[in-house]
Structures are given as C-alpha cells and as structure tokens.
C-alpha cells in the first residue's frame, strides 16, 4: 500500500541542529591569479555565501580570510577526498586561530561516504520490501527510486559539467562540489519519499532529512570550536 504525495514530509532545507557545510578549493580566478574559493552550504547543499580571495590580497590583508573562514564556524567541510581538504587547510591554517583550524580538520566529510550511506539505506529498505513481500498474499511491488544511484565518478563528471561556464576555474571546481552535496542530498530525500509510500515500511521511521550517520556529523559539528576552544 502506497501513501498520497500529500502525506509525505520530508525537509527540504532546515534541519534542527545542523548549520551545515563549508567548501574550500584552491586555483585560478578569472585573472589567473592565485586563489581559494570558499562556499558556505546548508545542510541539504545549497550555497548561502560564496568567496574567491586571492593569495595576495591575503597575504596583504590576513583578517579578510579570517572573517570569511568564521563563517563556517561549527560546519562540516566536505570534499571527493579527505587529503585535498588537507592539502587547502594546510595552506591557509596559519591565517587562521588555533582553535577553528582544529575544529575544521576534525569535521571532515567526503562525498564518497555519503553516496554510500544514501545507498546502504535503499538496500535496507530493498530488504524490507522483500520480507514483506514473503509474509504477505498482497502483490507487490518493488520499490522505484525517483534516480539511480550514480557513482562516484559519474557524478563528479555531471557536477563538473553543469559548472563548466563559472566565472573562475576555482569557482568552478567550488560550484561542482556545491552541486555533487546537494545531488547526494537529493537523493537521500527521494529515497526517503520512496519509502514512506509504503505504509508497511513507516515502521523504521519518519522521514528524515538526511541518513543518519550524515547528520549526527552536522549536528557533532555545531559548537565545536568553542569545545576545542574551552
């Protein structure tokens, strides 16, 4: 038994005690200097603050990258890899304090891991269709994902794609992370969709806005620096 479009709720954007994400990549700007770009995402990927700085300018004026770096106070970062956050945060660390620097190289997510975790659940929620199916005389269904789930690199070619036209090189390489976020974002909500139509898989739960491992990240995130700080 499926569940009207109406019944349905799944968060688009707010999520209780979760700030959400920080995106940094290094590169050229549109004059071919030097730069890095930082983007500060909510939790379900959308951009809410976008900067490109360049190497110079904060050589020349250190507490403009302060001011920007603050703003992801209490985010995840979130790249394709842990080193390349490495490699950037390295680069900059000495502009910023101590104790922000800590909290950001401890709040790493990648997108790798969330892909796997949006997955892991379909095949839970698979499993349960099936078991269902076995207990009961009803005929059944399989469930039908909105999209499929892309892999790694399938979706770092479509995010790059989309972006290919930015500004910037280090805008563009920002902007595709950006998207690749909020794709994987996407998908979890449509998963989510998929599996409250059917009443009988209600028991695992409401839907949430983002799996659960994703989310306890966020929300370990908020008041971290003060933590480290203390």
């Not at 401890?106 to 698979?126: D, F, K, M």
């Not at 690199?153 to 920002?174: M, Y």
């Not at 059917?198 to 409401?206: A, F, I, N, T």
Request: charged share 25%; with cysteine; glycine share 6%.
């Amino acid at each position: 038994m499926e569940a009207s479009e109406n019944e349905l709720s799944v968060p688009v954007d707010y999520v209780p005690g979760a700030r959400g994400h920080g995106v940094l990549a290094v590169g050229p700007d549109s004059d071919g200097g030097d730069a890095v770009a930082v983007w500060r995402l909510s939790p379900t990927g959308r951009a809410g603050g976008a900067w490109v700085v360049r190497f110079d300018e904060i050589e020349r004026d250190p507490e403009q990258l302060r001011r920007i770096m603050s703003m992801l106070q209490d985010r995840c970062l979130v790249d394709w890899d842990r080193d390349t956050l490495t490699d950037v945060l390295a680069r900059i660390g000495e502009e910023l304090p101590a104790e922000l620097l800590t909290a950001l190289q401890g709040n790493i997510l990648t997108i790798p891991e969330l892909l796997a975790e949006v997955s892991e659940h379909r095949s839970t929620y698979t499993a349960a269709v099936e078991q269902h199916r076995a207990s009961t005389r009803s005929k059944i269904a399989p469930l039908a994902w909105p999209t499929e789930m892309p892999d790694q690199q399938a979706l770092a070619t479509w995010a790059a794609r989309a972006h290919s036209t930015a500004a910037s090189p280090v805008a563009a390489t920002a902007l595709a992370l950006t998207a690749a976020v909020a794709s994987t974002a996407q998908l979890w909500q449509d998963t989510e969709q998929a599996r409250y139509r059917r009443v009988y898989l209600r028991s695992l739960g409401d839907p949430q806005p983002l799996p659960p491992r994703w989310l306890a990240r966020l929300r370990e995130a908020v008041g971290s620096t003060s933590l480290v700080s203390a």
